[in-house]
T-cell receptor, first 115, second 112 residues
């Protein structure tokens, strides 16, 4: 069975600085999908970025980028030029191509952003 | 209303009560999900409905009973809950096989 591990329960960053959130996963599949979701306080969870395992190029969405290391089964999220609105819980998630309805989540990392 | 809505946002119930959580999606999706979010634990997928048929039930106790009357609505009926069932219950929807699941704001449930 696949598992997702986020080893950092909490992280903090100064406004305008860069922060990296870690995620590792375990799977025997060669093709799969990885996601980072953001859950702001008392607000809906939204998709931040996704990565297809067959793509070597790291995904980027504006200030958000990933460092996908397939051999190491690592999928970290880098937030550049951090803003106060980036403060949230961040969840890493895995999806198998065999079961596209099922997302397997990590325990989350709470990110605080200080002015 | 847009996106995925959930009512109520907060619910306090005793162990002998019966209540229902409601989810509605306005995105034209054909798959809907119930998740349980507890502190310091990964989100747990409880139920999946695809084209209004239940396709996944992850060993959820029978005191949780889902209902999907149509592709836009999803209910979670609750009865004789336990204090450990206190959590944030999230609803989500997607297109079958689509990339993204769209989440509602959740119902914060407290069982006393």
């Amino acid at each position: 069975a696949q598992t997702v591990t986020q080893s950092q329960p909490e992280m903090s960053v100064q406004e305008a600085e860069t922060v990296t959130l870690s995620c590792t996963y375990d799977t025997s599949e060669s093709d799969y999908y990885l996601f980072w979701y953001k859950q702001p306080p008392s607000r809906q969870m939204i998709l931040v970025i996704r990565q297809e395992a067959y793509k070597q190029q790291n995904a980027t969405e504006n200030r958000f980028s990933v460092n996908f290391q397939k051999a190491a089964k690592s999928f970290s999220l880098k937030i550049s030029d951090s803003q106060l609105g980036d403060a949230a819980m961040y969840f890493c998630a895995y999806r198998s191509p065999e079961n596209t309805d099922k997302l397997i989540f990590g325990t989350g990392t709470r990110l605080q952003v200080f002015p | 209303e847009t996106g995925v809505t959930q009512t109520p946002r907060h619910l306090v119930m005793g162990m002998t009560n019966k209540k229902s959580l409601k989810c509605e999606q306005h995105l034209g999706h054909n798959a809907m999900y119930w998740y349980k979010q507890s502190a310091k634990k990964p989100l747990e997928l409880m139920f999946v409905y695809s084209l209004e048929e239940r396709v996944e039930n992850n060993s959820v106790p029978s005191r949780f009973s889902p209902e999907c009357p149509n592709s836009s609505h999803l209910f979670l009926h609750l009865h004789t809950l336990q204090p450990e069932d206190s959590a944030l219950y999230l609803c989500a929807s997607s297109q079958i096989g689509g990339w993204e699941q769209y989440f509602g704001p959740g119902t914060r449930l407290t069982v006393t």
